[in-house]
């Protein structure tokens, strides 16, 4: 089974990361890192990058079409390759997965009307204008789609796929291999439990990471 990872500059690295390192131990799975051009693709910080050995005309098919979020969505909403390879590999993959705001790739490759989906808490309205029914949940499936919702989220949309495509026994046996049973220090509050002052914080930040990945000095 194949595995493709569709990279755009500015994602955010574990929207990524979380989900690879729970199906990348799915025994028999391939994985591969797409994007416009072959090379090292930046993160939204612009210090950390992963490489991408396929482009996005080179691909036809895949097994799981998995794409991922960040402040670089924002400009990838105009990245026609990069929404033409989503409509293509939707077309004939078993399981489309988007984490966080990747969901906005999704919508706007068309993909979303009347779907089911989770997205980040700061960017429902955005997803719910593709057509979208927005349910603020960790993770949520669809017939073949599953989203997760912000950043971390990509972990528990990973371990619930992973159920689906090898069963429970081995979901939890990765599960356990990655030690992944979360006790944060600041307790586990959802983002809608939060207070809105907190929650204007973090979108401010958010809404200014598109201006700062404008002017980042990328060092690769």
Sequence with gaps: ?????????????????????????VPGMEVEFAATAEG????????LGMIAYRRFDQLESTDILYVPGGPGVAAALENQPLLDCIRRLDAASQWTVSICNGAEL????????????????????KVAAYGALVEPSRFQRDGKLITGAGVSASVDAALFLTGLLAGEATARLIQLG????????????????????????????????AQRMAVRDIPF
């Excluded at 090292?40 to 210090?47: E, F, N, P, Q, W």
């Excluded at 999704?106 to 309205?125: C, H, I, K, S």
């Design 1 to 25: 089974m194949r595995l493709t990872i569709l990279l755009f500059d500015g994602f955010t690295a574990l929207d990524i990361v979380g989900g690879y390192e729970v199906l990348a131990n």
């Design 40 to 47: 090292v693709v930046a993160a939204d910080s612009g210090r």
């Design 106 to 125: 999704l919508g706007a490759a068309g993909l979303l009307p009347g779907r089911r989906v989770t997205t980040n808490w700061f960017t429902r309205d």
């Design 178 to 209: 990655i030690e992944y049973y979360p006790a944060p220090p600041f307790g586990n509050g959802t983002p809608d439990e939060q207070p809105d002052a907190a929650k204007a914080v973090i979108r401010s930040i958010e809404q200014s990471a």
